[in-house]
């Protein structure tokens, strides 16, 4: 069965800092996808190596490594800017949201209806245990939609994760 979380890409969109989320962009085409492809792992393997030397746990941490001249300088290394290479991530990202709703979004409902009922039966668990634990599946479940909405994707952008969906499975090590 397909994993249907994108790891470190997801990780990386939801702390993208505010700045680089609000600069007007134009659509990216397939070269840039090409390069952002190619790029991405090292990004990410730069990213985890930012952890290991920090703390990772504490709020703000990942935010925070997108801020710094470090990660500036290492996305400028492989001729991107910082805006532009979140962009392009926060596009894919929302692309393969998109086809990942299209292709699982049944399985997901059953299984979010699962888990609920399941959450909702547990003697183990107080009133008010089983209302925080509702309300953060509803939580994510909603940010998961919101995360896969298509009007977010400019024109043709779907088109280029769609015909490149492969490639980007195997470059984000989804099964």
Same mark, same amino acid.
């Given at each position: 069965?397909?994993?249907?979380?994108?790891?470190?890409?997801?990780?990386?969109?939801?702390?993208?800092?505010?700045?680089?989320?609000?600069?007007?962009?134009?659509?990216?085409?397939?070269?840039?996808?090409?390069?952002?492809?190619?790029?991405?792992?090292?990004?990410?393997?730069?990213?985890?190596?930012?952890?290991?030397?920090?703390?990772?746990?504490?709020?703000?941490?990942?935010?925070?490594?997108?801020?710094?001249?470090?990660?500036?300088?290492?996305?400028?290394? $492989?001729?991107?800017?910082?805006?532009?290479?979140?962009?392009?991530?926060?596009?894919?990202?929302?692309?393969?949201?998109?086809?990942?709703?299209?292709?699982?979004?049944?399985?997901?409902?059953?299984?979010?209806?699962?888990? $609920?009922?399941?959450?909702?039966?547990?003697?183990?668990?107080?009133?008010?245990?089983?209302?925080?634990?509702?309300?953060?599946?509803?939580?994510?479940?909603?940010?998961?939609?919101?995360?896969?909405?298509?009007?977010?994707?400019?024109?043709?952008?779907?088109?280029?994760?769609?015909?490149?969906?492969? $490639?980007?499975?195997?470059?984000?090590?989804?099964?």
């Amino acid at each position: 069965m397909k994993r249907i979380l994108i790891p470190a890409l997801v990780l990386l969109l939801c702390c993208a800092p505010a700045w680089a989320q609000s600069q007007p962009q134009s659509p990216f085409n397939q070269a840039e996808l090409d390069r952002f492809l190619k790029d991405y792992p090292a990004v990410t393997q730069f990213l985890d190596a930012q952890g290991q030397q920090s703390d990772a746990t504490q709020p703000g941490f990942m935010e925070e490594v997108l801020q710094t001249k470090a990660f500036t300088d290492f996305v400028a290394q $492989r001729g991107w800017n910082v805006e532009r290479f979140l962009y392009v991530t926060q596009q894919v990202s929302t692309g393969m949201m998109v086809l990942q709703m299209a292709e699982h979004g049944a399985q997901i409902q059953s299984e979010y209806a699962q888990t $609920r009922a399941e959450i909702l039966k547990s003697p183990d668990l107080n009133p008010a245990q089983k209302q925080q634990f509702l309300a953060q599946m509803e939580q994510a479940m909603e940010q998961s939609k919101a995360a896969g909405d298509p009007s977010r994707l400019a024109p043709g952008e779907l088109a280029l994760v769609k015909s490149n969906k492969a $490639r980007i499975y195997k470059v984000f090590g989804i099964e």
